[in-house]
């Protein structure tokens, strides 16, 4: 597909156009608003792909859980192997549309690896992600970042009491999520590790507040988010943290997104292989 229409769709899916602006200037690059229409599908999230894994599998075992945050009572998709043990806790954090079958697909991954896997939906305060995107998207916009940041602390704890917890906590956050799950290591001194899909980085001046490991997945192509990797990882250098960074040559913000146009295989497989591998370093291993 050509980049320049990646690029389009990408500046809308982050709020940078408006749904009409994003069309008229479709229109003008394909040609036609034919060919825009036609095009339009093959852009969007396709969730009948979702289901890596499936939401019945036998040997998981799921259920929508809560907790208490200021302001809100948060909801999300609670994933774990059927069999009861403690087990290191992952909060999953969505992209910039909400829970989605993709990312309720991630969180049933971690636990077929034996996680207590946990992918909040940060849309909860105004009832829930819809099953609109754009919608979603929308309402995503309107969440104040302070309030947002203080809910999704609050998960942090719940996990670390969870019954089938061992008390060690990560985090794992995509797009919208990644930039929150950099938030969350500022935000949170018992987050013990936080893995970063091409999000948003933190100011400089709060990076010395961060205590948990640091995975940091870039996409080569991904100017935007890119542009501040520099001034982050010489805060992290200063600052003596612990962290890994990772650029994939040649692949678009979204790469993981396996749902998306944007997907890229290899890249994704190669980012999650080393993704289990840190979450097993930094907060153990889960039984078998």
């Known amino acids: 597909m050509d980049q320049r229409v990646i690029d389009l769709y990408d500046q809308f899916t982050h709020g940078g156009i408006s749904r009409r ?13 034919a060919a825009a229409s036609a095009l339009l599908p093959l852009l969007q999230n396709d969730y009948a792909r979702a289901a890596t894994v499936a939401p019945d599998d036998a040997r998981l075992a799921i259920e929508m859980a809560g907790y208490d945050a200021p302001g809100a009572r948060m909801s999300g998709y609670l994933a774990r192997p059927a069999r009861k043990a403690k087990r290191p806790a992952v909060i999953v954090i969505h992209e910039n549309r909400g829970l989605n079958p993709h990312i309720q697909d991630i969180a049933r991954r971690l636990a077929l690896e034996g996680f207590l896997a946990f992918a909040v939906d940060m849309l909860s305060p105004f009832g829930g992600t819809p099953p609109d995107e754009d919608k979603g998207r929308d309402m995503i916009a309107a969440l104040d970042p302070q309030e947002t940041d203080r809910r999704i602390a609050a998960a942090v704890p719940f996990l670390a009491h969870h019954t089938e917890s061992t008390g060690r906590v990560g985090a794992v956050g995509f797009c919208w999520g990644g930039g929150l799950a950099n938030r969350l290591a500022v935000l949170s001194p018992a987050l013990n590790a936080a893995v970063v899909y091409y999000g948003v980085q933190p100011p400089a001046e709060d990076v010395s507040r961060i205590r948990a490991a640091l995975l940091l997945h870039y996409a080569g192509l991904d100017q935007r988010i890119n542009a501040g990797i520099a001034a982050f990882e010489a805060a992290l250098k200063a600052h003596h943290k612990r962290y890994t960074i990772y650029v994939y040559p040649g692949v678009n913000h979204a790469f993981n997104n396996d ?30």
């Open 21 to 33: 602006e994003f069309l008229d200037r479709l229109t003008e690059l394909v040609g036609s608003s």
């Open 259 to 288: 749902t998306g146009s944007r997907y890229d295989k290899a890249a994704a497989e190669l980012a999650w292989t080393r993704t289990l591998a840190f979450l097993k370093q930094e907060l153990g291993t889960p039984p078998a």
